[in-house]
Structures are given as C-alpha cells and as structure tokens.
C-alpha cells in the first residue's frame, strides 16, 4: 500500500491535489501498519529461538530511519515535493538483495490474516486522516473501524492478533 500511494503521489500528484490526498492515505494506512505488524508475525510465526534475530533487523532499521530523517529533514525544502513520492518506489530495488540475505525461515501451516491485516489498516488510515483533519466524520470512521476490528479478532477463528494480547 505505501509504494502504491507513492507511484500515485509521483505520477498523478502534480496533476490533481485528490491524487496527493489518496495517495497519503495509502502510504499513511500502509506505513502505520507495517512496524505493528511485522512484530506480530514474527511473534506468531517464527519461531523463538529465531526471533531475536527479527527483532534486532527491526530495531536497527527503526533508529536507523529515525537518526536519518532527522539529518535529512533541512534537505526537504531543498527537493521538488514530487519527488519525495519516489523514495519509497526507490526502496523496491533493495528488495532482492534483502531476500537473498535474510533466513528463510517459514512456520508451517502459517497463514496471513488479510480480513484483520484490512482492518487495522483502515482503522490505522482513520485515526491518522482524523489527526490531520479534526472532523466529526473522520473521528466516526476511527470508532467504526476500531469496533468492527475489536469484534473481529473476538469472533475469527485465528486472527493475526488476539484480546489476549491487549
């Protein structure tokens, strides 16, 4: 979802402002989500004496993103706002070469969450379009998708996160 807001950004951001709002949206749902959920698989699938390893790689690349934006950031004003989308796309290339060097570990019978994965990411995509724009009906769609989530992961079978976990 953030590479796909972010071809939308750079290719039909300089066209339309809607394409700038859609394709924030995208990257907002798709970047909230991603740290949240990357720990919760690697709690759920991998196993523990291999999840030391996953953690570290998270750790790393988390400070590592955050020390860098801040050296960064004065260079913002310096780039065509267009081009920021591009960042994001840029990282696909790297792709490769970090499947090649991480373990291919997979849990067996393991599988992915898609409906809960929707939800939270919608609920994600709320809550940061609410902060951006105080309004009634943004707030609503922050307890909707919060509720339908929280009697999702109640009601589902096996759900990517459970009650227990909050």
């Known amino acids: 979802m953030f590479v796909a807001g972010s071809v939308i950004g750079l ?13 924030r949206v995208l990257q907002s749902a798709g970047g909230q989500v991603a740290g949240s959920v990357f720990l ?14 996953y953690y570290q790689i998270f ?14 950031a004065g260079l913002v004003e310096t780039i065509d706002w267009r081009w920021l989308f591009a ?4 990282t696909l290339l790297f792709i490769p070469a970090l499947n090649r060097s991480l373990p291919d570990l997979r849990a067996k019978g ?3 969450d898609v409906i809960g994965f929707t939800l939270i990411g919608a609920f994600a995509a709320a809550v940061t379009m609410y902060f951006t724009d105080n309004t009634i009906f943004l707030g609503s769609c922050s307890v909707v998708t919060l509720i339908i989530f929280v009697i999702y992961i109640n009601k589902a079978k096996d ?3 459970t009650p227990a976990f909050f």
């Open 110 to 112: 393991a599988r992915v």
């Open 87 to 90: 960042a994001p796309i840029v």
């Open 11 to 23: 290719v039909l951001g300089p066209i339309n402002i809607w394409a700038v709002v859609i394709a």
């Open 159 to 161: 759900p990517f996160i």
């Open 40 to 53: 919760v698989l690697v709690s759920k699938y991998v196993s523990k004496a291999s999840r030391v390893l």
């Open 59 to 72: 750790v790393a690349v988390f400070r590592f993103s955050a020390a860098l934006g801040v050296g960064l």
